[in-house]
């Protein structure tokens, strides 16, 4: 039988097709479509973005492994670190791309970057357990804050500040503000870490924050995240690192070459002078040796110190003079020529 090319195609097209699904995720660029087998079907449940805290149905989950603001600080000309930075922290194990991610960062009223947000597009990616330093405006300490993966030219303020981690561009209204909610969350939001001003007062308060903030920062003090922890609360999951202080390599600002340090002018370190005598005895190891020959005991010494001061002594007569505080009087001491010392009179 002979059938014509558009019966047969009709035929073809009138036979149902099933496709079967292999694979349960899809992946499509830096994000996951998760999907599931139903009676009636394939059905995709939510695009997520990788390394942003958000579950397979698309909610918010701030338990889900994600990259994290880990440490900021705001510099100053009389600062104590270098420069001002942005440290990001990523909690999962697998290296992210942060390309069109964004960073926004705006100061409390105390400073110049009150009035709106200030945005950085993102590059490059940022390792599994790996940190991605942003190092911005050059500030005047002796702490050297590393070289960068990017730099961006805005001075941090050091009185109060919130930085945003979005995961795409999105602008930031002032409906954004206060304590982060359900309801004001941006679009994209991945992360906040806000602080305020050590000096308390109302103008030093972030502009938005999660659950609670601290009155921590100052052109000295960063805050950084306790142990890579967050639980929506910036208070209660940061401490307070104070760069006018020796600080501990795994604390620093950590850039693509190392973490940042105080740099080495160069100079040997000053051998101490060993003292001569202690309340313990001599050090036998002083460049200049005594040998005690005599001991007269003047009073009792008291929570104010010593009971005595010699103010005055003749040669001639080999005769000390001693004020004796609690009592009052001048004790004068015979120093006599085998070095042993007798009181004379008082």
């Known amino acids: 039988m002979n059938m014509r090319k558009g019966e047969r195609l009709k035929g073809i097209l009138a036979k149902p097709a099933i496709f079967i699904l292999t694979a349960a995720l899809l992946l499509q660029g830096p994000g996951v479509a998760f999907a599931e087998e139903t009676k009636s079907g394939t059905e995709f449940l939510a695009e997520t973005t990788a390394g942003a805290p958000y579950a397979a149905d698309g909610s918010y989950d701030v338990e889900t492994p994600h990259v994290i603001v880990n440490q900021i600080y705001g510099g100053s000309d009389d600062g104590a670190a270098s420069h001002s930075f942005i440290e990001l922290y990523n909690q999962t194990e697998e290296?992210?791309?942060?390309?069109?991610?964004?960073?926004?960062?705006?100061?409390?009223?105390d400073g110049d970057h009150s009035g709106q947000w200030q945005y950085l597009e993102l590059s490059g990616t940022i390792e599994g357990k790996g940190y991605f330093l942003i190092r911005c405006g050059e500030a005047g300490g002796e702490y050297q804050v590393p070289e960068g993966n990017m730099q961006w030219d805005v001075q941090l303020h050091n009185k109060g500040i919130s930085v945003v981690l979005l995961s795409s561009y999105t602008e930031?209204?002032?409906?954004?503000?206060?304590?982060?909610?359900?309801?004001?969350?941006?679009?994209?939001?991945?992360?906040?870490?806000?602080?305020q001003g050590n000096d308390e007062e109302e103008t030093q308060m972030p502009p938005v924050y999660e659950g609670s903030v601290g009155a921590d920062q100052s052109k000295k003090k960063a805050v950084r995240r306790d142990n890579f922890t967050d639980t929506d609360d910036n208070a209660a999951d940061t401490v307070v690192i104070d760069y006018s202080d020796p600080v501990e390599e795994e604390n620093g600002p950590h850039g693509p070459a190392g973490s940042g340090d105080v740099p080495d002018d160069g100079k040997e370190p000053e051998t101490p002078v060993s003292p001569v005598y202690t309340q313990t005895g001599f050090d036998a190891d002083a460049k200049v040796q005594l040998k005690l020959t005599g001991r007269v005991t003047v009073g009792t010494a008291n929570a104010d110190g010593g009971v005595a001061e010699i103010v005055a002594y003749n040669a001639d007569n080999g005769k000390a003079y001693v004020v004796n505080g609690q009592e009052g009087h001048l004790d004068v001491i015979d120093v006599r020529k085998d070095g042993s010392l007798e009181t004379e009179s008082t």
Request: no cysteine; hydrophobic share 35%; net charge negative.
């Open 172 to 195: 930031l209204t002032e409906d954004f503000s206060g304590a982060v909610s359900d309801g004001n969350r941006p679009e994209g939001y991945v992360d906040l870490l806000a602080v």
């Open 95 to 109: 290296s992210v791309d942060l390309s069109g991610w964004h960073v926004a960062y705006r100061s409390s009223q």
